[in-house]
């Protein structure tokens, strides 16, 4: 299934338990010798939620949130009769979240998902950086000049604005940031430009995964850190343009929105 181009391979683990996603998420996701996709997801019950959510990167790290992941997980529940809700909640590492569905000749085709509450705070992101927020901070990678506005969506994300993200070398300017000192749990970077007041262009570095088609959290950290900086207004709909397709993110007072598509690709089994 796919959310933006974003891939994942969904295992429904309600009456079954994988005793080592970290491996089975590196032999799968491989594109030439697996499945191929930017990572599984482990589809379990919940005893605080109608369903649990487990992401492991290509690499086998385990993600505390995934955007686009959670909403193909709601589209899997409720297109297989697993929970027939239109509003359903679903259990990550980084808290229940809620999810709101619409439905297309009976089948999922849009997913809203509360996100919840954008974190600001530097060591909770986290950062090694001192004080209460990071936005426009001036950073040099690979001796170059660059300024980052630091956002948690669960994930830890480093937003950078700049003119033009097409040209932009980023296997390598992705890993330089992935691995600086700066962020004891690495990071994933946006590189994004501002076409206007409701509409973002991005592209994206996932830690663990490298450049995909698009991040759902990522593109609530982009839409945060425009508003922070006073390019979008918050409390209205930013259209993310992504890669893979398009997001929308609405920055309200209490929580972050994100908007967007979820689409199965096929089903089948491996041997593993």
């Not at 909403?71 to 679903?90: F, Q, S, T, W």
């Amino acid at each position: 299934m796919h959310g933006c181009g974003n891939d994942y391979i969904y295992i429904n683990c309600f009456d079954r338990e994988i005793d080592n996603p970290e491996k089975l998420a590196v032999a799968l996701s491989d594109r030439h010798f697996g499945i191929g996709g930017d990572g599984i997801v482990l589809i379990l019950r919940s005893e605080a939620a109608d369903a649990k959510m487990r992401m492991f990167n290509l690499d086998g790290s385990e993600g505390k949130m995934c955007g686009n992941a959670i909403r193909c997980v709601a589209k899997y529940l409720y297109d297989n009769g697993m929970v027939r809700k239109a509003e359903m909640k679903v259990e990550t590492l980084s808290g229940v979240k809620t999810l709101k569905i619409n439905t297309q000749n009976g089948l999922v085709s849009t997913v809203k998902v509360d996100m919840g509450k954008a974190e600001l705070e530097p060591s909770k992101i986290p950062v090694n950086l001192p004080g209460t927020r990071i936005v426009d901070y001036p950073l040099v990678i690979d001796g170059k000049p660059f300024r980052i506005t630091c956002v948690s969506m669960g994930n830890p994300h480093a937003v950078v604005f700049c003119d033009d993200v097409d040209s932009l070398e980023l296997t390598k300017l992705g890993l330089m940031f992935e691995y600086s000192e700066m962020f004891p749990e690495r990071v994933n970077i946006e590189f994004v430009k501002i076409i206007d007041k409701r509409i973002l262009k991005m592209r994206v570095w996932e830690r663990g995964s490298g450049e995909t088609l698009a991040c759902g959290t990522g593109a609530c950290a982009a839409a945060v850190a425009a508003v922070i900086n006073g390019y979008c207004s918050k409390g209205e709909d930013i259209h993310i343009l992504l890669s893979g397709g398009e997001l929308i993110v609405n920055y309200t007072e209490n929580t972050v929105l994100m908007t967007g598509g979820c689409a199965k690709v096929f089903e089948g089994v491996v041997e593993i």
